[in-house]
């Protein structure tokens, strides 16, 4: 339901003002006006002085941040920014969330939410230090997702975490491929900047319903500038320039294989992927005897698909060693939260391979007589 402009905005004055505010952003413009700035950035910082309110405009080339003090010069600086015809303020406070549009007709459309800590897990403690994001950001009201996603997507981010160097600076580029609701697109943006890197994220998922759906958070996020989405294939959707970062959280089945291929194909620095079913390989080993003597891995259809499951993930590793990664296979959450709680995690090395990795992956692939949907992808590179 619309509002008055005027007292929705006196309300965002109130939160910007307030101790709690911990975020806030506008953006955008309304009908026919253009703001002096293209965003605006808003959040208190300590300084050796004391506490000031940190205000980074950007005119869309360049930004500019100064620090204000509390009192009139704060006053003074939050209404020059109110007084500016921005279309969308985001305001978070350590207890809730406001969202503001300004519609074509010039009122104000405004959502508003608690912030909302998950439930404890059953059984166990939930304590803020258990999670690298905290659970009551406020963005979490936002983007939703079960216990369990929120699950997945932090221990993800953990693992991000300890895969980028410490000292880690300039501007980051990254794309979440099979990106679905975007959770993980959102949590990677808010992890990546709370490290204070200048970070720019793209999801893709095949489906426009979810490109528009992402679209719409990113903006009432007030982060349109920095998230976008793209609706295609993971083999072919546009993005550009090439990212440094490629993330995969449960693409499903071979969608996997196209999301590394595109990592090796844009010389991506860091690869991390979760995979999700795996049939293309299950497939290939039922259409034959296994090799001798390994038919008891395979007989039971229950250790067959097991196996496949390994197997597939192996070959994978395998493969982006060959294209000058370091691979590795690890464990990424405890599997109470996703049964598929592996992650294919890799840092680009340069290396070429060496002749008996490439000979170690070839015997074992003539071996079962199988060809890895990766591979294919892959064939032609050196
Ligand atoms: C299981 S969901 C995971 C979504 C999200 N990453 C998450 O973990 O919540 C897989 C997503 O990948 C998308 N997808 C599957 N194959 C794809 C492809 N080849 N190209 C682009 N998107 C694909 C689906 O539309 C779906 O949204």
Redesign the pocket.
Known sequence: MPEPLDAALSEVRALLLDPALTRAVAAGRRRGQRPSVVRAELRPVTLKGGPRLQISTSDGARPYTRNVAPGAEADGAVDALLAEPFGNWHVETADSTLQLRVTKSGEAQVHRAAASRPAPEPGGHDRAKDWLLDPGDPIFAEIG?SAA?RR??DAFLRALAATLPDDLSGPLRVV?????????TFAAHRYLTRRGLDVTLVG????ED?RRRNTELAERLGWADRVSFVA????D?RVEPAPDLVL????????TD?ALARAVRWDARWVLA?P?CHHDVAAQLRARPAPAPYELLTRQGILRERFADVLTDALRAGLLRLHGYRAEVVEFVDSRHTPRNLLIRARRTGSAPADDQRAEYRELVDRWGITPRLETLLAGRP
């Open positions: 997702g996603k997945q997507v979440d491929l099979g990106c679905g609701n975007a959770y993980l893709v998922d095949v489906r979810q295609g294939t993971i083999a959707a995969a959280l449960h693409a499903c089945d071979t969608a196209e979760a999700c």
